[in-house]
């Protein structure tokens, strides 16, 4: 699949309430078209409710349920479980949620789709805080990161939901980034086949949330994955695939970047770089990266 | 389009639903068709769609919608887009 | 027709599938548990042929509910007290959406200490979210008014949810007859349900998103004329239903024994049941008091309050309390009494976390207030 090859058509439109150079309309963008017009998105509080623009228009031509910020899963679960009364098996349910919707206060209800296998495709859009409310901290940001909550830098480690999600043993979970585009829209596409609950996370830098200049976008997204802060894999029936960079990396085919790399262009993390180098942090952090990685080789590196 | 009569928050998809958001605009992208390849990552990595691709992937700005975010540039590996500066309103 | 002799929760099942919702999603609670029990039957026994969702949690059924709605079809759930609490939001989420969604609950005491018994703070603390709540007194009503709630919920006029409560154990897991209709009947009286809006692929549309003060209004004043619609819809679609069941459960209130009466006893659900054969008692001792057992609180019956109000002096029941100021049953009728009544309205909390409230107590609270012992409203039965 190569860029020429994704469709011309769109289905969210221009002129959106979206933040220039927003990561989640990127997202939307790619998901739309792999999606095509057979889709019901269900949304619950985030960004994209906004970007979404005001009553009574909207930027979405599909259609679109906001739901409560805990339940995009148990109403996406309704959404589908009427359509299978009504025949309607042609049509694609889509929870688009982002991380605080997901990994927080919508996990039980995620949780509780994914154990009744609904035959819908959830797809958490990460940008590692609760950016709709301005910035405050969520169970998806990093260690250190500064949000307006964590003002003097995050102090506890992110959550691997994606190793909560792999143990409900669904038949389809992923990570992806917008910045590989051809990666995100064929996880969308290879998930639209697979009949049950499937998982697909994106991870969405923003630019005002990380304080990075709003043209960096999809670099930031490339930096994680260069670095190891996030990684390209899917795992398809219980079989966990790396996939692009992240292939490379956990084979030692690359080297991986230090993690200063990514941090270092990002206004969240400049405590650690000003008045003085917070050598003690940044050490934490990457050796926080590398158990990680170590943990990856020993669960998924065929011997 | 059909219209419900239920009075609830029902909207209904315009294209520029927040108005002509190229007026955000401080910086706008400036395309050299000479220079451009044609590998259209520009037109998948703008985020408000404000790439337009042609049938021969050739590209254009939709300077109404577009927010003047500088993504198309940055990612623009032959430099065929660059940011300059919005002419100030009113001069 | 069949007589079906089985508890309140059972009945409402029954009700609940002849009504083929498309879509089922339920959480168990006590005491709501033997309902969503006794569909699961009618699923492993092919007789309930839609969706039924054993969802995580009561949000996550109220949101089912919501989305499968939102997607056109049919949808029914049960719940309880705290289960009833936590959909709190949802409640809110599914009227101000429009969605025809029915809903048993079963009153249960609110814990903690965890308690299982009856009383009805649990949906009287949810009459502001834009629910249709009605109140039942025997198994026989708890069937024509499940069967009600979806005519009146997916009415043209009306489209909002519809609450149908059943106190706990009393009716809940008490036996009592019901006739039930064949299943022509109740397909007859409830139409293919018709979705006044709904989330289709081939009119695209958004539910929800960012809307201003002004149509938000406008959207608040569309749900108050729903709710009034309703008001005039209730007995209406009632007698319908008598035409083809021969049952009428169907007034905003039920009126008992009130021709001459000097004072007229307000009180709601099983205790509503209990205060028939007080007034016979009081009546045959030569009171001149009457019955209006309220069962529709929302919309609240004011004109009938009204009308009360111009007969008689009002004596008011609650199983409820609204803490730091009253029984919420005696605030609304004192409400609707303003300034157009001058009856006396006094009050009595009864029967909280589930004290029992026998006839016995009702005919000595109801002479306490004609002796004119009561000044406003105080608490009853409550042992120091």
């Known amino acids: 699949m190569a860029l020429k090859d994704l469709p011309v058509d769109e289905c969210l439109l221009q002129g959106n309430a979206s933040c220039p150079g927003c990561p989640a309309t990127i997202g939307l963008r790619l998901v739309l078209k792999a999606l095509g017009k057979k889709t019901i998105m269900v949304v619950p509080a985030c960004c994209t409710a906004v970007i979404e623009s005001l009553y009574p228009y909207t930027s979405f031509d599909v259609p679109v349920m906001n739901i409560a910020f805990e339940a995009a899963a148990a109403g996406a679960s309704g959404v589908e479980a009427a359509l299978r009364q009504q ?16 990994y927080d206060i919508g996990l039980q209800a995620l949780s509780g789709a994914l154990e009744r296998g609904t035959n819908f495709i959830y797809i958490c859009y990460n940008n590692q805080i609760y950016s709709n409310t301005g910035i405050q901290r969520s169970g998806a940001t990093p260690f250190a990161a500064w949000t307006t909550t964590t003002v003097g830098g995050k102090t506890e480690f992110r ?43 994106i991870l969405a830098p923003c630019p005002p949330g990380w304080r990075f200049s709003m043209d960096k976008t999809l670099e930031m997204g490339r930096l994680a994955v260069d670095t190891g802060a ?14 692009g960079k992240s292939k490379l990396l956990l084979e030692k085919k690359i080297e991986r970047k230090p993690i200063e790399e990514w941090i270092k262009y990002q206004g969240r993390f400049s405590h650690l770089f000003k008045p003085e180098l917070d050598e003690k942090r940044l050490q934490a952090i990457q050796e926080h990266i590398d158990h990680l990685w170590e943990r990856y080789r020993k669960c998924y590196v065929k011997i | 389009m059909k219209k419900y009569i239920v009075e609830t928050s029902l909207s209904y998809p315009k294209k520029g ?56 540039a940055n990612e623009c590996n032959v430099k065929a887009i660059v940011m300059e500066r919005e002419k100030t309103k009113g001069k | ?96 959406a429009r969605l025809p969604v029915v809903m048993c609950n079963v009153n249960r005491v609110v814990g903690p200490g965890w308690n299982i018994w009856v009383d009805e703070n649990d949906s009287i603390s949810q009459r502001d979210t834009g629910w249709i709540q009605f109140y039942c007194s025997s198994n026989q009503e708890i069937f024509d008014t499940v069967i009600h709630a979806f005519k009146l919920a997916e009415h043209e006029k009306v489209v909002l949810p519809v609450m149908v409560n059943l106190n706990a154990f009393i009716l809940s897991h008490t036996s ?43 959207v608040r004043r569309a749900m108050q004329d729903a709710q009034l619609n309703a008001k005039k819809l209730i007995p209406q679609i009632a007698k319908e ?114 004290k029992d409230v026998t006839y016995k107590d009702i005919e000595t609270m109801c002479m306490k207030s004609m002796k004119g012992k009561v000044k406003e409203q105080e608490l009853y039965g409550m042992e120091e």
């Open chain 3, 176 to 218: 009592m007859p019901a006739e039930i209709p064949d299943q022509n009947v109740v397909d007859n009286y409830l139409e293919k349900y018709i979705p006044k809006w709904k989330l289709d692929i081939d009119n695209p549309t958004t539910f929800g998103n960012i809307i201003g003060p002004a149509h938000y209004y406008r």
């Open chain 3, 241 to 354: 239903w008598m035409k083809l069941s021969g049952y009428f459960h169907g007034d905003l209130l039920e009126y008992y024994k009130c021709d001459g009466a000097e004072y007229i006893l307000l009180s709601m659900g099983a205790i509503g049941a209990e205060s028939k054969i007080a007034i016979d008692e009081l009546q045959k001792a030569g009171q001149k008091i009457g019955l209006a057992r309220v069962r529709v609180i929302r919309p609240f019956p004011v004109e009938d309050i009204i009308k009360l109000g111009k007969q008689a002096d009002l004596v008011v029941i609650d199983r409820n309390i609204s803490v730091g100021l009253e029984g919420a049953l005696f605030t609304e009728v004192k409400a609707a009494l303003y300034g157009q009544s001058d009856a006396k309205a006094t009050g009595f909390i009864a029967g909280l976390g589930g």
């Open chain 1, 230 to 243: 996030w990684s390209l894999w899917e795992c398809e029936n219980d079989v966990m695939t790396f996939n």
């Open chain 3, 1 to 96: 027709m069949t007589i079906m002799i089985d508890t309140g929760n059972r009945i409402a099942a029954k009700a609940a599938v002849m009504a083929k919702p498309e879509v089922v999603a339920a959480y168990p609670i006590t005491p709501q548990t033997t309902l969503v029990e006794a569909i699961a039957e009618y699923v492993a026994r092919g007789e309930y042929k839609g969706e039924y969702i054993c969802v995580e949690s009561e949000h996550s059924a109220m949101s089912a509910c919501i989305g499968a709605s939102a997607a056109g079809s049919r949808t029914f759930t049960a719940t309880s007290s705290q289960g009833l609490l936590l959909m709190h939001e949802m409640l809110h989420w599914a009227a101000l």
């Open chain 1, 159 to 201: 959550k691997e939901l994606g190793e909560i999600i792999l143990a409900h043993h669904i038949p389809y979970a992923a990570q992806t980034c917008i910045s590989y585009p051809e990666d995100l829209y064929n996880k969308i596409k290879k998930a639209m086949s697979i009949k049950g609950s499937k998982y697909v996370e």
């Open chain 2, 17 to 72: 639903a927040m108005g002509k958001t190229g007026s955000w605009r401080v910086f706008k992208p400036v395309l050299d068709t000479k220079k451009c390849v044609k590998c259209l990552r520009c037109w998948i990595s703008c985020p408000e769609a404000s790439i337009h691709r042609e049938k021969d992937n050739s590209v254009s700005i939709d300077y109404d919608f577009c927010k003047g975010c500088g993504i198309c």
């Open chain 1, 87 to 102: 025949g309607r098996t042609d049509i694609t349910v889509v929870a688009w949620a982002g991380d605080g919707g997901t």
